[in-house]
T-cell receptor, first 117, second 109 residues
């Protein structure tokens, strides 16, 4: 159980275009999902918290108009990188919050590799 | 902000050996989670800890939630080649996770 998928797994786009990444919880409902960014050989940095039915909460320094998040259902959150530039190239990973026997945890998707040319 | 310390950055062990990894923080966390990440993949949850002092095992893995709530360790016993990867600790507070920088584990056959 607790499987999270992401689509696409990798995407190459031209500078100035927009890219949408989907995150789905396959076997559980997630009212809260999270979007992370990871640069090579570095840790995961939280970008934003996606809440079903309400606005996302962005971490300091993350532009909400640049990284649009929509959490339209209990199993789907989308991240749209608008007007992408080469510096947006990174590994984007989503997670979905679930509740276990002892408390809450996060299950991660397989990640999306974005390359902006 | 909250920071987690994981060191060393890399560890090299012989197949069959045990290895221990620590994670420390200056802040208190309500949850400690350990993840393993393979190159080009998302992190996979190994063990979740929810109570101070809790000791939990998952196969050859054992992890403990420190009494002070500021640290946790992960032990891997009888290592095998597929244990290679990056191990991240994550502290949970206010429904958010803070990640350590990760330890890259190499296992020599």
């Amino acid at each position: 159980g607790a499987v999270v998928s992401q689509h696409p797994s990798r995407v190459i786009c031209k500078s100035g275009t927009s890219v949408k990444i989907e995150c789905r919880s396959l076997d559980f409902q997630a009212t809260t999902m999270f979007w992370y960014r990871q640069f090579p050989k570095q840790s995961l940095m939280l970008m934003a918290t996606s809440n079903e039915g309400s606005k996302a909460t962005y971490e300091q320094g993350v532009e909400k108009d640049k990284f649009l998040i929509n959490h339209a259902s209990l199993t789907l959150s989308t991240l749209t990188v608008t007007s992408a530039h080469p510096e947006d190239s990174s590994f984007y990973i989503c997670s979905a919050r679930d509740w276990g026997q002892g408390g809450e945890t996060q299950y991660f998707g397989p990640g999306t590799r974005l390359l902006v040319l | 902000g909250q920071q987690l310390n994981q060191s060393p950055q890399s560890m090299f062990i012989q197949e069959g050996e045990d290895v221990s990894m620590n994670c420390t923080s200056s802040s208190i966390f309500n949850t400690w989670l350990w993840y393993k990440q393979d190159p080009g993949e998302g992190p996979v949850l190994l063990i979740a800890l929810y109570k101070a002092g809790e000791l939990t095992s998952n196969g050859r893995l054992t992890a403990q939630f420190g009494i002070t709530r500021k640290d946790s360790f992960l032990n891997i016993s009888a290592s095998i080649p597929s244990d290679v990867g990056i191990y991240f600790c994550a502290g949970g507070a206010n429904s958010k996770l803070t990640f350590g920088k990760g330890i890259t584990l190499s296992v020599r056959p």
